[in-house]
């Protein structure tokens, strides 16, 4: 087996993880977490399935780049609500849906 | 140098970001007139793309001069050209409103006008984007733009309904990603030009797979029953502007994506099972009946219209086993252009009468109501779209779907879509008999500028014109681009 | 476009952009307000008339606009159609009147005559609707501006008379949509024309065809009140006098019954029901309705719920003229159209006279009142015995007609059930009669607010419609045999309607 | 139930995801060729940087605007504070921190001009500049940042507008991004700059704007 499709295959293994978690988890920091594990499964897979071959593929990882700093990005808003939810009420779950 | 027409393709994109950017230098809670101006130019830049793809010539713009598969693509047919043209027609008086919505020191506006740019830039890219992966990335932006905007309020409820709707979002771009991914793998290609020719009803399972993450990441993403839990909070919470985005434009971007994958690309893979289709479908019938089911229970004015808006967006995937019908895929877009002007309209005459009472509860508007009958006829009027009433662009749909199911003899889509034009009433004349009600007391009613009022008018207004000018839509959308 | 295109969309107009401004105008602006209404409700008339003219020298009137493909907004002007428009735009202008002086120095005037221009604009759409499709368009914006005015008091019970009102048309919007989406399906079209349009569709639809009937009719029959369709009509009368007398005389009754008539001559060609039977089982369900509507009339103390069940019943004349076979009944229930209307809108004229000038909304306060208000109780007497059938009025004219039909048609069991109608209406109308002229007045009138003055013994603005529309109802009866009367009008469209045999 | 469906249906997407991998064939198409037969055109000399900045160029402005609009939603959300020095920290790390600042910039420095023919560029050189912002903050010698003033909003924004400067001054050559090959070099090294700088001033925002929240809890 290649290393690219070694790589794919944690990627395929580590992006339900993460999704499970960001369904299931509920201490913010921990689905927050788990929404970079799923993201970096995802990352994964797009780089290591292209090169399975094991020759390198430019394309990839010029779009994992970018996706790193998206999720960078939505990790930063993330903390950041999460940071003010925490400010404001004092707890680091989500209250359960309002039921108005 | 560029022609005209692809000068407003790519001028939809620049500059709303722009003018964000702008925005963000001239400081907090600035920007409003540079934002209004350059929507304005945006809205004329979409009747002019849409003008000349009406004649047939589809708008094509290849970044880079590369071509794809190597460089990205831009592409403006019909269905593109509609949604472009609903965005700007729907976030122009939005810019108005907000304007005059918010105070000028107030907290919600001070980062409002940067995120609105990049918001509108982001679903002007998306809709002319035929590039997976580009996609992924102008769904992020449109995505983050949402969830900042949602909790811009700052309070303990918009910040909850926001993290709650940045966790979904995610959720489904992620998914989306993924897929990316996996046709990447297996074809070595994200521009839609290139995989069109390769994707077969017999494509490996890997590419099965990467169809039913993306659609299900974007099903989550477009608030579909039962995947709608974060959207009630999101759009009821947020900001009354703010709201009527959301709801008209940025839950029909996604849905955009399924549809043109669903016709595009994945086309071969959607059409390998006659049941496929039905499952939209199936879902769409339970989102109209508990989205309405549980709008006629809310006792707060905004969160009955975002259970509307579930309701509503229900209708879009009813469609899913007609889309072979051109009727079908008329009255799913004729739907969605209907419901965005309507919903715009119905949340920003919300907002003048939460604005005037200081408070949302539905069995309370009764003072308000009366003294503000601009703000409930528009209501009104977009209440008429929602119920798919005559004459409004919300019936000339119901009347193409039925017609469409009619003629393939689908007798369920046919008794689920007029049973929700019932329930729509429901919800929206608990609203109406405010109006009505004899009111002991005399209200006094917090002055609200004018603009308020009849932007809200001018949107339900253009619902109902609709009504009366569906042929030229429906010719735009029998112009498509994505072979 | 052209200039008679352009006419039709004049008379739209001529109630709509009133009706607009209306909206906008502030509460106290009464003179503008008085001036637009009556300027919209004149015009309309010069332009019906000149309509009316042009259609008698066999001009054709007709409007497209497509809004889908395949799909047209179309109006037309024809014998049928405009038999409609003259009663509705004679009786708009005198319940316009009316609505001015009954309305004085209430709230919400400008809201009140928006939605009542929005009303009949509906109603003059759907008089001069070309296809089923138009038709239901307007029938929609009928039932939506009419929810306003029903509801116009705001009080609990106008809530609720209101929420009943809407559930029932609502419902009945949808079995209709339904149908004639299903009939634009299978013909790509719903034009109307003369001996209708689905003969040509072959046998293998006829079960189709009969289910369609069934929806169009069903949800037509819920504006004009067929059994069991018609729970909403009695809930309604909480609204203002005005909006009743239209309602139940021009406006949305009356839009259900023309549907009918156009269902049942223009789509489905009456030569063709009667062969797919389709016309019997409406024939009984509508002498059921006009049994069941008199019987329950003699049960009401509420004066307007006594004329709102009697209206159940006597719009069910036209219904039952229409189903029965044969040239002489549908004379018969088109002239009824215009008959009932007169009649109707007459009583409802009185009783709202009643209750504004001295506070009478029961049947048991009316002892004396004829001697208080002579010239109300006597056009309400008039409009009475019109509903009775009495000779010289009206009604004597429609009902001679029917039962002719009735005989002609072979039915002769419908000729019992207009006989015991007409006994039911004596029943329910002459004990009232008695009670006004002849009862000893109590002391004092429940709620007496506008004193007689001379020979004036209210408003003029109340008296002078039902007078007229009394008098009308005894000049279309006496004067039923000359050239001008709704009787030869209808004659004209029966003879066009059965190719046939001319009456 | 719900925690056995989801990690039921999380273990079956594995299971699924890594048999359909193993049994996938070879990629139909091959962008290698195009990305090395276009690299002499592209003015950079590194692949990865050609796809990113070039070929894919679009795909990293509308990547920048996400960067920033991640930023104004921080700040939106975020009630405007005075701005909190942390705690000096032990002058021993203070010392070392400044020591370090100095490499630091010149490391960044470094990344942006390898990006041309190795591993580096724009991305890799802010988050550098970014970290040595935040290490000044840690130990005590940069304060937290207040609302940004208008210098600071210049700086962020700038990556992003000189990148869409160039884009939109380049629809001149017949589209959006279309270096002309004697000038490609250049300009990405100008957006390359431009961004380098935003970038470190955006990353450390996402850092150094939160903490003015600090003071005000509850």
């Known amino acids: 087996m290649s290393t690219g499709l070694l790589f794919a295959l944690v990627g395929a293994a580590l992006f339900p993880l993460g999704a499970a978690g960001l369904l299931l988890q509920r201490h913010l920091l921990r689905r927050i977490l788990a929404f970079n594990l799923m993201g970096s499964g995802a990352f994964l897979v797009l780089v290591g399935l292209a090169q399975r071959q094991d020759v390198p593929d430019p394309v990839p990882q010029a779009m994992v780049l970018t996706g790193i700093v998206v999720a960078v990005a939505a990790t930063a808003l993330a903390l950041a609500l999460t940071r003010r939810l925490h400010a404001l009420t004092g707890r680091l779950e989500l209250p359960e849906a309002a039921h108005d | 140098m560029i022609d005209a027409q692809q000068a407003a393709l790519v001028g939809l994109i620049l500059l709303p970001l722009a003018s964000g950017a702008a925005a963000f230098l001239l400081g907090p809670g600035r920007g409003a007139g540079l934002c209004i101006a350059s929507q304005a130019a945006a809205l004329f830049f979409a009747l002019q793309l849409a003008d000349s793809v009406l004649a047939g010539d589809i708008a094509r713009h290849r970044i880079g001069g590369w071509g794809a598969p190597l460089g990205i693509d831009l592409t403006a047919d019909g269905l593109a050209a509609a949604m472009l043209l609903l965005t700007q027609a729907v976030a122009l008086p939005l810019a108005l409103y907000a304007r005059a919505y918010f105070r000028p020191d107030s907290a919600e506006v001070r980062y409002f006008w940067p995120l609105f740019g990049l918001l509108l830039a982001g679903l002007n890219a998306l809709f002319v984007s035929t590039d997976l992966f580009n996609l992924y990335v102008t769904l992020e932006l449109v995505g983050l733009a949402a969830v900042g905007l949602v909790g811009i309020g700052g309070g303990a409820l918009q910040i909850a309904a926001a993290l709650r709707y940045l966790f979904a979002t995610l959720l489904g771009s992620g998914a989306y990603l993924l897929g990316v991914a996996l046709i990447y793998g297996a074809y070595g290609s994200v521009a839609v030009a290139s995989l069109t020719p390769l994707v077969a009803a017999e494509a490996p399972t890997l590419v099965g797979l990467a169809a039913g993450l993306m659609l299900l990441g974007l099903l989550l993403k477009t608030a579909l029953f039962p995947c709608h839990y974060w959207l009630p909070p999101a759009h009821g919470g947020a900001a009354a502007p703010v709201s009527a985005l959301l709801s008209a434009l940025v839950v029909k971007a996604s849905f955009y994506l399924i549809l043109r994958l669903w016709l595009g690309p994945l086309a071969p893979l959607t059409a390998s099972h006659p049941l496929l289709p039905w499952l939209p479908a199936l879902l769409g019938a339970g989102a109209i009946l508990w989205g309405s089911w549980q709008a006629i229970r809310a006792p707060r004015l905004k969160t009955m219209i975002a259970y509307s808006t579930v309701a509503q967006l229900g209708y879009l995937f009813l469609i899913f086993p007609l889309l072979g019908t051109p009727g079908g895929r008329a009255a799913g877009i004729l739907h969605a252009v209907a419901h965005g002007l309507a919903k715009a309209a119905m949340f920003t005459a919300a907002g003048v009468l939460i604005k005037a009472t200081g408070q949302d509860r539905i069995a309370a508007l009764a003072g308000a109501a009366q003294q503000l009958p601009l703000t409930l006829f528009a209501f009104g009027l977009a209440g008429v779209t929602l119920m798919g009433l005559p004459p409004s662009a919300g019936f000339l749909a119901k009347w193409q779907l039925l017609d469409a199911a009619l003629g393939q003899g689908y007798w369920g889509i046919v008794l689920i879509t007029l049973s929700g034009g019932l329930l729509a009433a429901v919800y929206v004349f608990r ?53 | 476009m052209s200039a008679n295109a352009a006419l039709l969309l004049a008379v739209l107009a001529s109630s709509f952009l009133p009706g607009l401004v209306i909206f906008l105008l502030p509460e106290r602006q009464v003179a503008l307000r008085t001036a637009l209404n009556l300027a919209g409700a004149i015009s309309k008339l010069a332009l019906v008339s000149v309509l009316l003219d042009g259609v008698y020298r066999g001009e054709t009137y007709a409007f497209r606009h497509a809004v889908l493909p395949g799909l047209e907004l179309a109006l037309k002007a024809d014998a049928l159609g405009l038999l409609f428009i003259s009663l509705s735009a004679i009786l708009w202008l005198l319940t316009t009147l009316y609505a001015i002086g009954y309305l004085e120095g209430a709230p919400h005037r400008s809201r009140f005559f928006g939605f009542f221009s929005l009303c009949v604009t509906a109603t003059m759409g759907i008089a001069m609707a070309g296809n089923l499709f138009t038709f239901f368009v307007f029938y929609e914006l009928l039932t939506l501006s009419t929810f306003p005015l029903v509801v116009h008091r705001g009080t609990a019970q106008a809530m609720q008379g209101g929420t009943v009102y809407l559930r029932y048309t609502l419902l009945g919007g949808a079995l209709l949509l339904a149908g004639s989406v299903w009939l634009q399906h299978l013909l790509g079209h719903t034009e109307f024309a003369h001996a209708g349009i689905v003969a040509g569709l072959g046998a293998e639809q006829a079960g189709a065809l009969r289910l369609i009937f069934f929806l169009l009719i069903a949800g037509l029959g819920v504006k004009a009140a067929l059994v069991p369709l018609h729970g909403w009509l009695p809930q309604a009368m909480v609204a203002p006098a005005p909006v009743s007398a239209l309602l139940h005389a021009v406006a949305v009754v009356k839009a259900g019954a023309f549907g009918i008539a156009r269902v049942i001559y223009e789509v489905y060609g009456v030569e063709f029901a009667q062969s797919q039977g389709l016309l019997q089982p409406l024939a009984w369900l509508a002498a059921a309705t006009i049994v069941w509507g008199s019987v329950r009339a003699l049960f009401q103390d509420d004066l307007k719920k006594r004329l709102a069940f009697s209206t159940v019943s006597q719009v069910s004349y036209i219904a039952l003229g229409l189903a029965l076979f044969g040239p002489v009944a549908t004379v018969g229930g088109l002239v009824h159209l215009v008959h009932q209307g007169i009649m109707k809108i007459t009583l409802f004229f009185c009783a709202g006279n009643y209750a504004e000038t001295l506070g009478i909304h029961k049947v048991s306060q009316m002892r004396g009142a004829g001697r208080r208000m002579p010239l109300t109780t006597l056009a309400f007497s008039i409009a009475a015995l019109g509903m009775m059938g009495a000779p010289l ?111 | 139930m719900k925690r056995f469906g989801i990690g039921g249906a999380a273990l079956l997407l594995a299971l699924a995801l890594g048999y359909a991998m193993l049994e996938l ?155 002309p090959p004697a000038w490609a070099g250049r300009l990405i090294l100008l957006i390359e700059f431009c961004l380098t700088g935003s970038l470190g001033l955006i990353l450390a925002g996402l850092f150094l704007f939160l903490c003015q929240a600090e003071g005000e809890r509850r």
């Not at chain 3, 002391?443 to 009394?470: C, F, N, Q």
């Open chain 4, 25 to 179: 064939g070879p990629a139909r198409l091959d962008l290698r060729p195009a990305v090395a037969a276009h690299l002499a055109d592209s003015g950079v000399r590194h692949p990865v940087t050609a796809v990113l900045l070039n070929y894919r160029g679009y795909d990293t402005l509308l990547e920048v605007a996400v960067l920033l609009l991640a930023l104004f939603a921080i700040l939106a959300v975020t009630p405007p504070g005075p701005a909190r020095r942390p705690a000096p920290a032990d002058p021993l790390l203070q010392m070392l921190a400044r020591l370090a600042v100095p490499l630091m910039l010149v490391a960044s420095f470094y990344l942006l001009w390898a990006g041309a023919f190795r591993p580096g560029g724009a991305f890799q050189a802010g988050a550098v500049l970014a970290a040595a912002l935040v290490l000044l903050h840690l130990t005590g010698q940069l304060p937290g940042w207040p609302t940004p003033g208008a210098l600071l909003r210049g700086g962020l924004a700038a990556g992003l507008l000189v990148f869409l400067g160039v884009a939109a001054a380049l629809l001149i050559e017949g589209s959006l991004l279309q270096y």
């Open chain 3, 393 to 503: 009025t009206a009604g004597a004219v429609s009902k001679a007609w029917l039962m002719d039909g009735a005989r002609a048609a072979g039915s002769d069991w419908a000729v019992w059930v207009l006989w015991a109608s007409s006994l039911l209406n004596a029943a329910y109308f002459l004990p009232i009669l008695w009670q006004a002229w002849f009862g000893r007045a109590s002391s004092a009138w429940p709620d007496e607010h506008i004193a007689a003055r001379g020979w004036r013994e209210t408003a003029w603005l109340l008296l002078l419609p039902p007078l007229v529309t009394a008098a009308a109802t005894l000049a279309v009866g006496i004067g039923a045999a000359t050239s001008w009367s709704p009787l030869a009008w209808a004659q004209l469209i029966a003879a066009r309607e059965y190719l046939a045999a001319a009456p």
């Open chain 2, 431 to 483: 609203v109406l008999r405010q109006a009505f009600l004899l009111t002991s007391s005399k209200t006094t009613v917090a002055p609200v500028p004018r603009t308020l009022e009849w932007t809200a008018f001018g949107l339900a207004g253009a619902s109902l014109l609709l009504g009366l000018r569906g042929v030229e839509l429906v010719e735009l959308l029998a112009v498509w681009g994505w072979e």
